[in-house]
């Protein structure tokens, strides 16, 4: 990313030594590389869509947004709908944009792959770990420089690398949004603050989750008010930051009961639980022996000049990161992956106060300990595992042979990424898919995460009725997990079951699966007369109370 020449500067003469060694930038990003691409060797078979249900949406926002921009309709949110209709996996109003641009852009490239997509959030975790080293090669000591490695080597990092979500991408904006914003308020140059609002601008373009990376710059600026004299620059980057929250003020208009779930109430605010979750969510994204060895380093920031403004700018962004993330309702621990470099070049100021106080002159001894604690994170990324699915693409290459044009039904808690073979594999949009949370029940969250049952069928009849006539749908994939041999509470599921045991419907195939508790995908076929549909009626609960009625599915030259 722009703005690193600077500092990831390497000039070795003569011959090497230990302490050359420990200092060498060539040999920090080279390592770094290494260990990024063995990680991703280690999961080459995982196509990083197993998070459910977001992975296979930020997928298909790829592919929905390059065709938006693509065909450049007169009326959006009628292309969108029309778009939902045919693949009802898209999410764009869940998920700001910019990424999934960047990612439609690398499917145009190299194909329309989930391989390409996590490919792309792998060159984001290496930009990430980047932004780490230069960070620490030019305020705390060339060797912290390693800090860059031990970030990739994370597990959280790992395992968040390979997946395709939008929390590495973020990470990696956001640290470079620090990054430039802490070399503005020490320098006051236009172009780092001309960076530190690009990168702003970015990290809220890519998750909205991302915004605290506005409140740490905030504390920090407030922090150092007294050394920055640039009034004209604070007030052009004031106007970029409300540009910057348009997108988040967009969504409060286009979602508005998305939003309300996510405010805080005040039994909430009260509960203890919502200040504690992640403070106690560090151990888990990070290991303990980092968390304690940046535990210590605050006696640096305590007891010694030298390092009392770096620790300081560290704790600060822990804080300003963690607390304003606990007013949000909803919570997960990889929405404070921003605090692991943090930690870590914490750790690492601690470290290099102690190699001060007790120096090699010849650097064999702290080389031997950095071979050690790269041995150790190695060996932890290595044995780390990440979930897979696999399966459903084999069903979506079926479903091409045997009725390239047919509509199918799925019902099942991994559509998202049923949706996304079958997308993949119809660029002529000759394809489309009909949901049972849609058609048949519906079960989504409203005011709160707490998800509300609303059946749209009372006996079997309907069911076979409504596939009949309003389903258009002569294929019918039911997903089947564990937890079915002990029946399913949702009443719309269970008489489905029913009707597909019914002579109306022939069993053509059924798919093993791999996924978090799925066993296999059952491929019906309903015989007899089938009604054509023209449009089908849309309504998202989640998100808003509107209800779309005979939307047309999108076709490749409309």
């Known amino acids: 990313m722009a703005g690193l020449g600077a500092d990831l500067v390497d000039v070795t003469r003569g011959r090497w030594t230990s302490r050359d060694a420990l200092n060498s930038l060539s040999l920090q990003v080279g390592l770094l590389v290494v260990a990024v691409l063995v990680m991703a060797v280690r999961h080459h078979a995982n196509d990083g869509l197993w998070f459910q249900g977001d992975s296979p949406r930020h997928a298909m926002n790829g592919l929905f947004w390059w065709d938006l921009l693509g065909a450049m309709p007169v009326n959006p949110l009628d292309f969108t709908l029309r778009y939902y209709a045919r693949y009802p996996a898209i999410s764009p109003a869940t998920y700001p944009p910019l990424f999934a641009i960047i990612e439609g852009a690398a499917f145009a490239l190299f194909g329309t792959s989930p391989y390409v997509a996590r490919g792309l959030v792998l060159l984001f975790g290496v930009a990430a770990a980047g932004y780490t080293m230069a960070w620490a090669r030019r305020w705390i000591a060339p060797a912290a420089g390693w800090t860059g490695v031990f970030l990739a080597l994370t597990p959280a990092i790992v395992v968040w690398s390979n ?9 990696a904006l956001a640290l470079a949004t620090l990054y430039h914003c802490r070399r503005w308020i020490e320098s006051t140059s236009l172009r780092q603050l001309q960076l530190t609002a690009v990168f ?9 989750q991302a915004t605290g990376v506005l ?7 407030l922090v150092r008010r007294r050394e920055i004299h640039a009034p004209r620059q604070l007030g052009w980057l004031a106007i970029l930051a409300v540009c910057g929250i348009l997108p988040v003020v967009a969504t409060c208009l286009i979602a508005p009961v998305q939003i309300v779930r996510h405010l805080p109430s005040v039994e909430t605010l009260r509960a203890g639980g919502t200040w504690s979750f992640y403070w106690l969510a560090l151990p888990q994204i990070i290991s303990w022996a980092w968390l304690t060895v940046a535990v210590s380093s605050l006696a640096s920031g305590i007891w010694s000049t030298r390092w009392r403004r770096e620790v300081a700018y560290l704790v600060g962004w822990i804080v300003a990161l963690l607390v304003p993330l606990s007013l949000v309702t909803a919570t997960d621990s990889r929405y404070i992956l921003l605090a692991i470099p943090a930690v870590i070049l914490l750790a690492a100021v601690g470290l290099q106060a102690l190699a001060e106080r007790f120096p090699s002159p010849d650097g064999r001894r702290p080389c031997t300990v950095l071979l050690a604690s790269l041995t150790v994170a190695g060996v932890s990324a290595w044995r780390t595992t990440i979930p897979r699915v696999d399966g459903f693409r084999e069903v979506a ?8 044009r047919d509509a199918v039904f799925y019902d099942g808690s991994f559509s998202g990424v049923f949706v996304y073979h079958v997308r993949a594999n119809d660029p002529d949009f000759e394809r489309r898919v009909m949901l049972g949370s849609k058609l048949l029940y519906s079960i989504a969250p409203r005011s709160t995460f707490k998800p509300v049952n609303e059946n749209y069928v009372s006996s079997v009849e309907d069911v076979i009725d409504v596939l009949r006539r309003r389903s258009g749908c002569r294929w019918v994939a039911i997903q089947h997990s564990r937890k079915d041999s002990a029946g399913t509470s949702m009443l719309a599921r269970r008489l489905l079951l029913e009707a597909v045991a019914r002579p109306e419907f022939s069993l053509v195939r059924s798919f093993t699966v791999t996924a978090n508790g799925v066993r296999r995908i059952d491929l019906y076929r309903l015989e007899g007369p089938l009604l054509p ?26």
């Open 397 to 404: 290459e079926f479903l091409k042979v045997q009725g390239p």
């Open 163 to 171: 997946s395709v979500m939008l929390n590495i991408p973020a990470l």
């Open 533 to 558: 549909v023209t449009g089908v009626d849309l309504q998202f609960p989640n998100f808003l109370a509107d209800r779309f009625t005979n939307v047309v599915p999108i076709t490749r030259h409309q």
């Open 215 to 221: 409140v740490i710059c905030a504390v920090w600026v």
């Open 200 to 208: 702003a601008l970015a990290t809220l373009g890519t998750y909205y």
